[in-house]
């Protein structure tokens, strides 16, 4: 059959659908991450980058790990975000500073930098041309598993020191408490 001849997707088609799924799984991360980043409180920034874990999940079932996207979730949301708040909870309030008049050049060279960055990627996504790759595995736990204690062992025990400076961090703080 000649791919020329097939025709595109439809939005009511399957192909349609996950390509549409798939931009909202986009869409959830980046603004998850725009409300992590531009939140003045930091139980908002830390809700924001919640969104953004579990956007990120959704992507990685797109890309044919399950196992991996609810790691995605019970390590990321369930355990660093959770840190993360508790770490706020703890943390001494502070008094609102006044920080100086920001620079004039500021917000036109952050949209300058940040336009140029956009109108890169999206040229380069336009111009690439993007081929549909065979399933190499089928994303079992067992396959997985044994990746991750064989050929992906060292990023396996990369991931256990970070969650453990994560938890003495949470001790260190629930230790000292507010007062201190």
């Not at 088609?13 to 725009?34: E, H, Q, R």
């Not at 999206?122 to 990746?147: F, P, R």
Request: glycine share 10%; with cysteine; charged share 10%.
């Amino acid at each position: 059959m000649n791919p020329s001849t097939l025709a595109s997707p439809t939005l009511l088609s399957v192909d349609g659908l996950v390509g549409v799924v798939f931009l909202i799984m986009v869409a959830i991360t980046i603004i998850g991450g725009l409300i992590a980043c531009n939140s003045d409180r930091l139980v908002r920034s830390v809700a924001g980058l919640v969104v953004c874990f579990i956007g990120v999940a959704g992507l990685y079932f797109f890309l044919n790990s399950p196992f991996v996207a609810m790691m995605q979730i019970l390590i990321y949301v369930g355990a660093v975000a959770v840190t993360i708040s508790f770490a706020i909870m703890l943390a001494a309030p502070e008094e609102n500073k006044k920080i100086g008049p920001p620079s004039i050049l500021a917000g036109p060279l952050g949209f300058a930098t940040a336009a140029l960055i956009t109108g890169g990627f999206t040229v380069l996504a336009l111009k690439t041309e993007w081929h549909v790759y065979k399933k190499l595995n089928d994303g079992s736990m067992k396959t997985i598993g044994l990746q991750l204690l064989t050929d992906y062992s060292m990023v396996f025990e990369v991931v256990s020191i970070v969650l453990l400076i994560a938890i003495l961090g949470a001790l260190v703080i629930a230790r000292e408490g507010r007062d201190n």
